[in-house]
């Protein structure tokens, strides 16, 4: 007898873990199935008999509310003007400048060091030749012994040391200037090196990042724009408002520079240079990269094309873009992304695309 109740006891433990999973089972068919019966957009407040009347059109604002915003038209694209934002024939001088600190190195430059390096190189040349006529040995058949002269010694001293000192201060003024930190409501604008385009990003206004690869001959003849200078996609930024680059690099060293608003930052990979800046007038700036980058390094043009603030609040909206008071909004206020291209390769490639 005790023998057989073991073996009853014996069979049920066995059995127990089965007939519980099968429960489970069971009971996940009960759900789903009356999940099935439940349509999946019904308002679960309908069954209810006490629910508010004004249910539907709740239902109604929140899907107007979800459609997407009218597209707006961007700005028609700027002309460029010869001679401003870019090289002119015969220049031999730096081009004309935009920017605060680009004027303010174009003094320097002009005013003070072109000045002082001419006055010391015709000083050098003509002591030189009064050396040379006056103690040739034809007319000095026994050389002078003379070995010091203190006033000659005190005076070639003292006179660099003071011109060093007149150059040093403006041009700390200007180094300190050119890596001054953008202020806080700077727009921020992330600039990518690519072998051999150009990537921008604004995450500031939400427009996520397209490519600029340089525009055929034709192409930039019919836009009116010099070759080898026009690309497709431009950066546009604003007039009048802080400018913050974030600029890097994908693949090698590359080195963004404008040279009429004074900008030039090396893209390096993996590390992430800050150059900030204001344009001051409207217009169409042209660059180019400036760091050997490999075969088609002179084939990375750059143009920043400069719009007054209400043009370029119109360009950030008709790429998707959202504004808060007329600035671009922080990251994470995003609209929908329109009339945007994604980093590809270069145009002879894959062809080219404006914005």
């Known amino acids: 007898m005790m023998k057989v109740k073991s073996f009853i006891l014996a069979g049920l433990l066995a059995f127990a873990p089965a007939m519980a999973m099968n429960g489970q089972a069971l009971a996940q068919n009960e759900a789903a199935a009356s999940a099935a019966a439940t349509p999946v957009d019904a308002d679960p407040r309908s069954s209810d008999p006490g629910a508010p009347a004004d249910s539907a059109d709740a239902n109604v604002a929140n899907v107007s509310a979800a459609a997407p915003a009218p597209k707006v038209a961007a700005p028609p694209r700027m002309k460029p003007t010869e001679g ?67 006033v000659i010694e005190v005076v070639w001293t003292v006179v660099p040391v003071l011109i060093l000192l007149a150059i040093a201060v403006p041009s700390i003024g200007l180094l300190a200037d050119q890596y001054r930190p953008a202020p806080k409501d700077a727009l921020t604008v992330k600039v990518t090196g690519y072998q051999w385009y150009w990537g921008y990003e604004y995450p500031d206004a939400g427009i996520p990042e397209f490519v600029s690869n340089m525009l055929p001959e034709d192409k930039a ?29 994908a693949d090698v060293i590359h080195s963004f520079a404008v040279p009429s608003l004074w900008v030039k930052m090396d893209a390096v990979p993996g590390r992430l240079n800050e150059k900030s800046f204001t344009i001051d007038k409207p217009g169409v700036y042209y660059g180019q990269c400036s760091e050997l980058c490999g075969a088609r390094h002179g084939f990375m043009p750059i143009a920043i094309e400069a719009l007054p603030p209400a043009q370029f609040d119109q360009w950030v909206l008709s790429q998707g873009g959202t504004l808060t008071g007329g600035t671009a909004a922080p990251a994470g206020q995003m609209g929908p992304q329109q009339g945007s291209t994604l980093p590809g390769p270069p145009a002879s490639e894959a062809g080219t695309t404006t914005l």
């Open 221 to 249: 003849k019919a836009n009116g724009e010099p070759y080898l200078l026009a690309p497709d996609n431009r950066l546009v930024l604003p007039v009048g408002r802080p400018i913050k680059l974030i600029i890097t690099g």
């Open 84 to 150: 401003i934002g870019m090289p002119r024939p015969g220049e031999i001088t730096l081009q004309q400048q935009f920017t605060d600190t680009g004027r303010t190195a174009r003094w320097l430059h002009d005013v003070m060091l072109l000045p002082i390096i001419t006055i010391i190189s015709l000083l050098v040349l003509a002591l030189m030749l009064y050396v040379m006529v006056r103690y040739r040995r034809a007319a000095n058949p026994i050389p002078s012994k003379t070995s010091h002269n203190t």
